[in-house]
């Protein structure tokens, strides 16, 4: 099965609502990172966790270790939200990444 | 600070013709990835560097794809003989070493083999 399981797929919002996704790991994830991919092509960093939140802005996002999850929450979504949104684990002592196969936002006015 | 470049940005093959991508990571990154994106799928390591050395190729088909990073900055990814299997995005991203292992992509280079 899938090492990092996103949740939603795909989602579409209205302008100003709120939306939460989902990583699911079944590795022992040290560190999460979360990306945006834009409509480009170009994966722009958004978030790199070890256990514990951070938030930047509209987003935050939530990593524990412990029960293997992370999440990204965005606040009043905007239309340049939209894109597709990764997040990939690293494990101890593996300085790689594994990524889920992304939720696809689009955001509608 | 110049980010992860890369080129070509986008390439068009016929199968079995060779092709080579090329990747400049940030300034003082020691540590290089490739990553082969499928279309609507995530990006999938291949191969990565620390300085020149390989530290894992596992995922690297060897029997047509090579990744090389002589002086332990640029890299360069060559498939010998393309597969219409092969049309992909290709990344790269660097990340320094010590404190976060944070990873920064490039823009990619999109393949399609017809």
């Known amino acids: 099965g899938d090492k990092v399981k996103q949740s939603p797929s795909a989602l579409s919002l209205q302008e100003g609502t709120n939306s939460a996704l989902r990583c699911n790991f079944s590795i022992a994830a040290t560190t999460v990172q979360w990306f945006l991919q834009n409509p480009r092509g170009s994966l722009i960093n958004l978030f790199y966790?070890?256990?514990g939140t951070k938030e930047n802005g509209r987003l935050k996002s939530a990593f524990d270790s412990k029960e293997s999850y992370s999440t990204l929450h965005i606040r009043d979504a905007q239309l340049e939200d939209s894109g597709t949104y990764f997040c990939?684990?690293?494990?101890?002592?593996?300085?790689?990444?594994?990524f889920g196969k992304g939720t696809q936002l689009i955001i509608q006015p | 600070e110049a980010g992860v470049t890369q080129s070509p940005r986008y390439a068009v093959l016929q199968e079995g013709q060779a092709v080579s991508f090329w990747c400049d990571p940030i300034s003082g990154h020691d540590t290089l990835y490739w990553y082969q994106q499928p279309r609507d799928q995530g990006p999938q390591l291949l191969v990565y560097?620390?300085?020149?050395?390989?530290?894992?190729n596992s995922q690297l088909p060897s029997d047509r794809f090579s990744a090389v990073r002589p002086k332990g900055t640029n890299s360069t990814l060559k498939i010998q003989s393309a597969k219409q299997g092969d049309t992909a995005t290709y990344l790269c991203?660097?990340?320094?070493?010590?404190?976060?292992?944070?990873?920064?992509f490039g823009p990619g280079t999109r393949l399609t083999v017809l």
């Open positions: 560097f620390r300085d020149e050395a390989v530290i894992d």
């Open positions: 991203a660097s990340s320094p070493l010590g404190g976060s292992y944070e990873q920064y």
């Open positions: 990939a684990a690293e494990t101890e002592g593996a300085d790689r990444l594994t």
């Open positions: 966790l070890v256990p």
